[in-house]
C-alpha cells in the first residue's frame, strides 16, 4: 500500500504562485510514476502532469506547460507541484496519485488539496 498526502493549497491572487506538495509513504518503492490531478466543480479531472518516481520523463497537460513544474525531493520521498503565473481557471481541487506499472492505473490516491485563484 502506497499512502499519499497533498498539502500546500490555498487561497492566491491571479499572478501568483503556490507549491504542492504531496508526500509518499508506506511501499514507496513499487511506485512507478507518480502524476498530478485536478479536478473543478462541474468539470471532469483532467491531468496536470506526472513523472516517472525514480525521475525524468516529466510530462504536462497542455494547460498548465510552461506554468508548473514538477520537481521531487527524494530523502523525503515528496513531490512538488510548483505553480507558477497562476489564473483562476487553475481553480480546483488537486490530486496527486501513484500507479506500480507504465500500463497500471493511477490506484493510489491522496486526499487532495484545494487551490483558489482569485481575479
Known amino acids: 500500500q502506497v499512502q499519499l498526502v497533498e498539502s500546500g493549497g490555498g487561497l492566491v491572487q491571479a499572478g501568483g504562485s503556490l507549491r504542492l506538495s504531496c508526500a509518499a509513504s508506506?511501499?514507496?518503492?513499487?511506485?512507478?510514476?507518480l502524476g498530478w490531478f485536478r479536478q473543478a466543480p462541474g468539470k471532469e479531472r483532467e491531468f496536470v502532469g506526472g513523472s516517472l518516481w525514480t525521475g525524468g520523463h516529466t510530462k504536462y497537460g497542455d494547460s498548465v506547460k510552461g506554468r508548473f513544474t514538477i520537481s521531487k525531493d527524494n530523502a523525503k520521498n515528496t513531490v512538488y507541484l510548483q505553480m507558477n503565473s497562476l489564473k483562476p481557471e487553475d481553480t480546483a481541487v488537486y490530486y496527486c496519485?501513484?500507479?506500480?506499472?507504465?500500463?497500471?492505473?493511477?490506484?493510489?490516491w491522496g486526499q487532495g488539496t484545494q487551490v483558489t485563484v482569485f481575479s
Open positions: 508506506g511501499r514507496t518503492f513499487s511506485i512507478y510514476a
Open positions: 496519485a501513484a500507479k506500480p506499472g507504465p500500463s497500471a492505473d493511477f490506484g493510489s
